[in-house]
Structure formats: C-alpha cells, structure tokens
C-alpha cells in the first residue's frame, strides 16, 4: 500500500511536468482508491470531486479498456461512495453507489459493471445489511459468471458467505474462508486476505473459539502493517477488545485500550461511521462497569452527529443503547 501511495505521487509527476487531462484523470483514478484504503477519506473525496469534474462520457469512454478496466466515470460514483459511507453519510452513499450501477449499465461495458455491482457488496458490508448484501452478491455471482469476470468472482464468494454465515452455518463459512486463503497462496490475493482474515476472526468468535478470534485479527493486523492506518484497522482493533471481553475474566483496562486505539484511528481518518461503531462497544463496555455517565458521554456526541442514515444497522444500534442507558440513569 506504501508503494501504491508513492506510485500516485509519481502519476501526479507526470501530469505536472507534461500536462494532459486524461492523464489527470488516471492520476486522480488512481488517488481516490488509495487513498480511501489508507484510510484517508477527505483527501480521497477530494480526487472523486475532481474525477468528477473531468470527467466527459464520450471524451473518455476508451479508458475503460485502456487502463483498469473499467470506466472512471463509474468508479468515482461505485468506489467513491464508500468514501462517503466512512465520512458519516450511508444514505447518500448508497445512492451514489446505485447511480454507478446504473451508469455502468448505460455503458454497456460488462467490466464496468462487475466493478459497480462489487463496490455496492463493499458498501453493504459496511453498512451490515445482510439481507440486501446476499443479493447484491448473488447478481455480482451471476455478472461474473456470465461475462467471464473471474476477478470478481472470489470478491462474490467471500461478501456471499459473510452474508448467508446465518443459513450455512459458521463452520461452512470458516471452511470457505481458509479455502479462499489457500488459494490466495498461488492467486496472490492480499487485499483480499485482509477481509477473509477479519471474517474469520468474527466469526471464530461467534462459535465461541476466542483463540483463533485472536490469530485472524493479528494476521490481519500483519498484512496491512504500513506507517498509516488501513479502512478496516479500526474495526480489527474493536474485535481485539471484543476478543478480550468474550472472557468472563476480562481485562477491562485491556479491552478499553484496544477501542481507545480503534477510535484514535477512526477519528484520525475523519470516518463518523467508525466512529460511531467503535462509541457505541465503549458505552457498552462503560454499562459493563454500571458507568452510566461515561457511556453517555462516549456514545451521544457522534450518535446526535449523524444527520442521515437512521434505518442503518450501526445507528439503530445505538439508539437502542441510548434508551438502556437512559433507564440506567
């Protein structure tokens, strides 16, 4: 990922010394993506803003087969939104996301398809939204098969298995998950391995196996070690704490300093809805230790934030705790 941040700067480089709009184009194609996987999310809107502003349908229809893929008019819409979600805005983001699969669909460009009906998956995932994930990732199954888009197939496996771990079972879903590992060995599948990591973390924790809770998340933690924090660093260090808490003789001050770490990051990457996710396990672990008032405090400022997105997972989450700590008080 360092090497992705430094080859953008080098993109940048060339549009400086020879300037071309297309090649400024690619340059903030490029930015948005890593930067958003760096976590760094007002930077990344801004490289999706001015993608946006360059962008012309017919100008540039041919970069769809000339570089990535698929079309950057596309990929600020699917990928962008979930620069959007991170920054506090579910609603709008998932929009945007469904206005890049319509858009894709406009193009007739199956590639940019796949890429739009995939970035959706993404944004699902975060927002925990099972139901409408399964979907999402039965129609990325059928785009793939039908057009022949292995890339994309495995990204549909592993979103389809997190989804449906309800009507599978956990043990099938771990099964899928560390075959997908083994294949990644030949496949190379790093970006990926981080997710399958993570999943079988959570879900090794769901069976009650902390132990192996703990191997996933700090082998997660390993794949994405880099001098700035990834999107999915502050959720590894809520399952630590989690992890820590699943043992009835948890260490309070341990558990504590993990999501204390996790929110340091959520806060330094800008991304409300991490924050809000990690706020609302430290009011339940402050509820844990019968402290009301500093559960309130940790949870109500970022909850009352949030001016869209109250039919989501995380937010009605929160105004459920609100109401046990009101009856606590």
Known sequence: MENGLNLVDKL????????????????????????????DMEVAIKHVERGLELYEREKY??????????????CAHAQGALTFWYRGYPDDALQRAKHGIEFAHELNHPP????????LCNLLFQRRDKDQLSKAAAQLTAIASEHALGQYQDQATLFSTWANTHQIGAEAAIEVYKSGLLRSKTLGQKGLDVFRHYMLAETSLAVGNPEQADKHVNSAIDLIAAPEPHVLTADLYRLKSAIECADPDYNHAAAYNYLQQAMVVARSQNAKSLELRVAIDLARLYLRQNDVSAAREA??????WFTE????????????????IETNS
Do not use: M, N
Request: net charge negative; glycine share 10%; hydrophobic share 40%.
């Open 12 to 39: 940048f480089q060339i549009v400086d010394r020879e300037y071309d709009d297309a090649l400024e184009l690619q340059a903030h194609h490029a930015a948005w993506g890593t930067r958003c996987w760096f976590g």
């Open 299 to 304: 949870l109500y400022p970022i909850h009352d």
């Open 61 to 74: 229809r041919d970069h769809a087969s000339r570089y990535g893929g698929h079309d950057p008019g596309v």
């Open 112 to 119: 940019s398809i796949g890429h739009a009906q995939l970035w």
């Open 309 to 324: 997105g109250f039919e989501t997972i995380d937010w009605l989450a929160a105004k459920d705790l609100r109401a046990k």
